[in-house]
């Protein structure tokens, strides 16, 4: 069976969205240690991004309609079926 990552919104007026990592129009997914652009890393996979994420990197993520993504940190984030 297939993964994917997935986070949901704690707070703000937002709070319970279901978030999934933010596909680029490039067809990369971003991650990244802090928020910075310098620290950033494209992946072209969910399983590279899976990778990624077990190490402790942030995942840049969307509610999957278009929104902007944000940075979510690892322990905020949990391996689901697709």
């Known amino acids: 069976m297939a993964q994917t990552l997935a986070a949901q919104v704690k707070h703000g007026s937002a709070a319970g969205t279901r978030m999934v990592p933010h596909r680029y129009a490039d067809g990369t997914y971003v991650a990244s240690r802090t928020r910075f652009k310098v620290d950033q890393v494209h992946v ?39």
């Open 44 to 82: 072209g996979s969910i399983e590279a991004l899976i990778d990624c994420w077990q190490q402790g990197y942030g995942i840049r993520m969307s509610n999957g309609l278009g929104g902007a993504p944000s940075l979510f940190a690892a322990r905020s984030i949990a391996l689901v079926s697709a």
